[in-house]
């Protein structure tokens, strides 16, 4: 086989793993949830439907896709329609750029674990991730609905405003490595634990965690739903397969936003002592991901004021602060 040839085969198989993949780590991600949850509130969670409760994720598909798919009468029906989708593909798509694994020999040839090996993929990744919350925000526009439109309003002023502390944090990253490669970045890291970027880039890392909570809709940080509300924000008038879109693409971009915090602060997926790096890049992604339920269960939700107000006044400085140290200690 040819080299062009077993390019494009690796490169449809590794789309088709990681739609597939991913798409089931979501549905996964929900009995997780729920699980750890219930472990915190010293409650039970999913037992009843299989061992542990594991087939609760068939009976939800079932509800899922066979729940009926209402569209409102006042609705814009067109935007209404393609918004879910729009939330999973562009999660899916910034999947595109993200490196997962060390690279490996297979039939002679080299084999990256990622699609595209891009030269700035950390702008393509951020990008396109943020892509994500503007399908909520059509989706909530579209519904007529005034909970809808407040909840997706509240949520676009909030991914806008943490975006630029976001930004902020990783320019202070790409300073350091000098490149907007996340293989870059990831080698940067490879000289042993002390070369990992949470020590050198502290608050770069605590920034850029609360930055990706709001991205991804979480609580306590989460705008576009509030308890106090009793409603579902956005997807009050969805239902069925178009509801489970949106949390698809929710998981899908949560899981994605762990996977970047591992290669950007963590190491990546760099060997650590005799762990091999495939290892260390799954366990330090699945610690990440148990941040966002750890987090929602263990603090309250966050008023929209003062989700702003610390943006605005504590987060941003803290940032322009850091980059400026940062730029210094490059100069020097």
Known sequence: MSDFAFFVLVTLIKCVIVVAFFATLAGLATYAERKVLAYFQRRIGPDMVGPFGLIQLVADMIKLFTKEDIIPYSSQKIIFAIAPLLSAICAFVSLAAIPMLPEFTLFGHIVQPLISDINVALLFVIGTSGLCFYAVFLGGLSSNNKWSILGAARGLVAIISYESVGALALMAIVMLVGSFSLVDINNYQNDGILSWLIFKQPLAFILFVIALFIETNR???CLTE????IVAGYGTEYSGLRWGMFFIGEYA???A??????LLFLGGF???????????MILKSAFIFFWYFWARAAFPQLRPDQVMRMCYLILIPLAVLNLLITALAVLL
């Open 253 to 255: 971009s949560m899981i």
């Open 226 to 229: 509030n308890d106090a509300e």
């Open 257 to 262: 936003g762990a996977i970047l915090i591992s």
């Open 270 to 280: 760099n060997s650590f002592w005799i762990i091999p790096g495939w290892i260390m």
């Open 219 to 221: 609580t306590p940080l």
